[in-house]
T-cell receptor, first 107, second 114 residues
Framework: RKEVEQDPGPFNVPEGATVAFNCTYS??????FFWYRQDCRKEPKLLMS???SGNEDGRFTAQLNRASQYISLLIRDSKLSDSATYLC????????FGPGTRLSVLP | ETGVTQTPRHLVMGMTNKKSLKCEQH?????MYWYKQSAKKPLELMFV???????ENNSVPSRFSPECPNSSHLFLHLHTLQPEDSALYLC?????????????FGPGTRLLVL
């Protein structure tokens, strides 16, 4: 089993849609969790950290379920500029990146 | 954003060449990382340095040789590479001592081996 797994994607959604990404991790000792976005041919950039109580940043909501070792990202009212690959990142001793889920928001 | 810089941004080299990639971080972090990202593949961790000491070598071939002279600078020396080594090479830094702190990436060096 891979350390971090994500929805295979790609997700193609119309503007304004709500889209949810799922991520599972295998190392129960993991302590920190993040979502990154990576635009085509660019470096990954931090989108948001994920806290145990769940957290929201504008149109983005992240949830963490430690018991199920599951992380989610919800994007509401999606924009064309949200098109990117979304990477789930889990930190134990090291940072472990998931394979990413590609999102295309269509006009 | 200039927190983590990398040079060169693009590099074309032959299989017999020797070249070096450079990374510099201006964030006061104490850990630095090299990653490889091949086309349509996930990020692969190559090396980790904490306080200038190498703490991770993820079974990377010896034709890749890292060097970390201080906490702000990281190099990746390349020699006798293969065409399959063509990829985006990303440097990152973080503060290791604090959980919850994340990594910051440089813009990467896009390498093509002919």
């Amino acid at each position: 089993r891979k350390e971090v797994e994500q929805d295979p994607g790609p997700f193609n959604v119309p503007e304004g849609a709500t889209v949810a990404f799922n991520c599972t991790y295998s190392n129960s000792a993991s302590q920190s969790f993040f979502w990154y976005r990576q635009d085509c041919r660019k470096e990954p950039k931090l989108l948001m950290s994920v806290y145990s109580s769940g957290n929201e940043d504008g149109r983005f909501t992240a949830q963490l379920n430690r018991a199920s070792q599951y992380i989610s990202l919800l994007i509401r009212d999606s924009k064309l500029s949200d098109s990117a690959t979304y990477l789930c990142v889990v930190r134990g001793q090291n940072f472990v990146f998931g394979p990413g889920t590609r999102l295309s928001v269509l006009p | 954003e200039t927190g983590v810089t990398q040079t060169p941004r693009h590099l074309v080299m032959g299989m017999t060449n020797k070249k070096s990639l450079k990374c510099e971080q201006h964030l006061g972090h104490n850990a630095m990382y090299w990653y490889k990202q091949s086309a349509k593949k996930p990020l692969e961790l190559m090396f980790v340095y904490n306080f200038k000491e190498q703490t991770e070598n993820n079974s990377v071939p010896s034709r890749f040789s890292p060097e970390c002279p201080n906490s702000s600078h990281l190099f990746l020396h390349l020699h006798t590479l293969q065409p399959e080594d063509s990829a985006l090479y990303l440097c990152a830094s973080s503060q290791t001592s604090r959980q919850g702190e994340t990594q910051y990436f440089g813009p990467g060096t896009r390498l093509l081996v002919l």
